[in-house]
């Protein structure tokens, strides 16, 4: 979490950016693999993390069973086959609910609901969460290299029409970004009055 991000107040929450992550879609190989043990190469995790068995059960389930403080922490590895893609999901060794990450603490491997993690964007502002959202949004209008795209006080009402996007696309997108920057401007607005005061008391 940046520095100051919670405005002077102590902070109660842990955010899933603190822990190392591991992914289900980077066990697919496991699938295939021959039972035995393994190791995954993260210079992040301690060795405990890292060492793991693979075995199957008589279903042909597969398991990855972490040791960690000589209590294991078995994951089953399962497709979803309701979908062409067939979606790798591993589960929580705790909850036992199909997830696509499990993150690891000291003692554990477990899934964000489990262990109360929080998204950083879900202490935002109102404010905040709606200048990332005007910003994703010209973004994708304009592109990255965009003179001037993160700037909230660029005005893009004056900004062209991409080449190589439809006029009406364009308009509908346009449409919907000033409909975004109409609710901010009052928020900003809002926020520098309570910091100093309506401005034209000083003059």
Known sequence: MPKGFHYGRSRKRSYVSEYH???????????????????LSNDSLSSEHK????????????IITFTINNNPHQIALKRDNSSASNKLYITCPYCQKQRQHL????????????????????????????????????????GADWPEVRNMFAHSGYWPKPKGKHWKTFIKNKRELEQLERQYWPMVESHFQSQFGHLDEYY
Request: glycine share 2%; proline share 3%.
């Open 21 to 39: 992550r591991i992914s289900a879609k980077s066990f697919k190989p496991l699938l295939i693999s021959s039972l035995g043990s393994y190791s």
């Open 51 to 62: 060492q793991l068995k693979l075995t199957e059960t008589v279903n042909g389930t597969r």
């Open 103 to 142: 993150f690891a603490v000291k003692l554990a491997y477990a899934c964000r609901e489990c262990l109360r993690l929080h998204y950083a964007t879900q202490a935002e502002r109102p404010r905040d969460r709606l200048m990332r959202k005007i910003r994703k949004k010209r973004i994708s209008i304009w």
